[in-house]
């Protein structure tokens, strides 16, 4: 018996779009007015959408700003494989790209909304566990492309280490944009880094 794939409907194509521009202006919110401005009625009406709509697809606060930044973490993601084939060959230029890639994740308003949701969780209880495990997947699948990309050979003593400290540099980095536009200072930072990332990860033999 052949089997067909499902086709969607137009109640389901528009059910599909009334989440994601949920998803959009609640990232766009979080971003702007952080948590406590950022109620489900501000959003729903920045996406054009009843209260009761969001609430259908999303029953509580906390389900629409965690997927939210799930969501926009994972199109991020997504955008920075999709030009993975327009990287140097491995070398310090790969290296140097790579790490640019990298910090680009943690900058920018994205960045700022999953910020709010960070301290927000930090005394919400309902968000925290949430949070921490988005946190734990973003974390994991981040480092896979980092090690992907770099050509990161981690049985090496240091490699693993030195990844992790791209992400976590990368992440401070992002931090220090927040206020004032860090760019001058941090393209310096990024250049002086991906020169001792090279060194560990392609050691210049004696």
């Known amino acids: 018996m052949t089997s067909h794939p499902a086709v969607r409907t137009p109640q389901q194509d528009r059910s599909r779009a009334t989440r994601a521009r949920l998803l959009a202006a609640a990232v766009d919110c979080l971003a702007e007015l952080g948590w406590q401005g950022s109620t489900v009625a501000v959003v729903a009406e920045r996406a054009g959408v009843s209260r009761g709509a969001a609430q259908h697809h999303f029953p509580t606060r906390e389900d629409l700003f965690t997927a939210a930044v799930e969501y926009v973490t994972a199109e991020r993601l997504a955008a920075v494989r999709t030009h993975a084939d327009d990287l140097p060959a491995a070398g310090p230029d790969r290296t140097r790209a790579v790490v640019d890639m990298i910090v680009r994740l943690y900058t920018g308003p994205d960045f700022r909304a999953a910020l709010h949701l960070w301290t927000a969780a930090a005394t919400e209880e309902a968000l925290r566990e949430r949070i921490v495990a988005l946190e734990g997947r973003v974390g994991r699948e981040a480092h896979r492309a980092a090690v992907e990309f770099l050509g990161a050979d981690e049985t090496r003593p240091g490699v693993r280490e030195s990844v992790q400290a ?41």
């Open 166 to 206: 791209t992400l976590d540099l990368a992440r401070g980095l992002g931090l220090a944009n927040l206020l004032t536009d860090d760019s001058v200072r941090r393209s310096g930072v990024i250049g002086q880094w991906a020169g001792l990332l090279e060194s560990t990860l392609r050691p210049v033999r004696p």
